[in-house]
């Protein structure tokens, strides 16, 4: 396969991440399987992936549920890139090394702020089209700031994965402006995020203002934030979040007949010394 980019870049070490998908129901008076992609990490950030159902506990709503199966994840992928770069072109190889890196693995959707969110490239497994759309990400010249479209860019996001009813679903956004929005806006974008399933991971440059999408966000769909120092994102941060994605599991667990789906959820670990990141809320429908 031809490099999607020709970069050369250092990686970092890898943290961990996690996707929550909607609820899978039976016929009637069956009971309802849920499933959840997650990743786990040692005391050193090495990804463990070796854990068994029985390491594993799972609550919604505060209750127990019964651990159907877990193993490696092999589902193909649906990753939808949402680029604010102000114009400079500073992502481009930078997402062109997580492409590179996941590619065979997902499909990809990528949407650049100019500065609304615009789709310059649909979901694609294509080689050609993705290098394409990253020739699309380079320097554009400046883009004036708007901190509200990013929150916009999110939820189209959001709605448009949910509407193809992604089975794998992943959101990570790139961003030199962080956001700004009301509360009802913010509130609407985090419910729509969860609706979808969509884990949203965060990569930022240092003094952006993180606000309740782009803060809360990652916590509740159990994504990453990533911090970077300096006013270019390089591919090693971006690596974090695609060996993230390459490292999940895929765990089944059963919601009894007749039980309401609750939008709380939490999964722990027996094992020691082991860290699991899973997110707080779960589509509850």
């Known amino acids: 396969m031809k490099p999607i980019l ?5 990686f970092l070490a890898c943290a961990v991440t996690l996707t929550s998908l909607a609820a899978k129901t039976g016929p009637a008076g069956a009971d ?21 159902a029985a390491e594993l506990a799972v609550k919604e709503g505060g209750k127990d549920r019964a651990i159907d199966a877990v193993k490696p994840a092999t589902a ?13 072109g500073g992502f481009q190889a930078a997402v062109g090394q997580f492409i590179q890196a ?32 990253l020739g699309r990400m380079g320097q554009r010249g400046r883009v004036v700031p ?3 479209q990013i929150i916009a860019g999110v939820f189209d996001a959001a709605k448009e994965l949910r509407q193809r009813e992604a089975r794998r679903p992943s959101i990570i956004v790139l961003t030199i402006t962080g956001e700004k929005a ?12 969860k609706a979808s399933g969509a884990s949203l991971s965060v990569v930022y440059l240092t003094g952006v203002e993180l606000g309740k999408v782009l803060g809360d966000g990652p ?3 159990g994504g990453t934030i990533e911090q970077v120092t300096g006013n270019v994102v ?16 895929v765990l089944t667990y059963t919601v009894p007949d007749g039980v309401k789906l609750n939008e709380k959820f939490s999964l722990s670990t027996s094992r020691k010394g082991v860290k699991l990141l899973a997110p707080t809320k779960l589509p509850d429908k």
């Not at 020709?6 to 250092?10: E, F, H, P, R, T």
């Not at 193909?76 to 400079?88: A, W």
């Not at 941060?237 to 999940?248: D, E, H, I, S, W």
């Open 219 to 221: 916590k509740q769909s």
């Open 32 to 52: 309802v399987f849920r499933t959840v992609y997650f990743s786990a990490v040692d005391e050193k950030g090495v990804y463990v992936t070796d854990l068994t």
């Open 146 to 148: 708007d901190n509200e």
């Open 234 to 249: 390089q591919g090693p941060t971006l690596m974090k979040v695609a060996n993230n994605l390459l490292n999940q599991y």
């Open 102 to 133: 996941t590619f065979g693995r997902a499909e990809f959707a990528i949407r650049v702020l100019q500065p609304q969110a615009i789709k310059v490239q649909d979901f694609t497994k294509n080689g050609d089209d993705l290098r394409a759309a």
């Open 76 to 88: 193909p992928m649906q990753v939808s890139l949402l680029v604010d770069d102000g114009g400079t």
């Open 6 to 10: 020709s970069v050369s870049v250092v």
């Open 182 to 193: 009301l509360a009802d806006t913010a509130d609407e974008t985090l419910n729509a995020l």
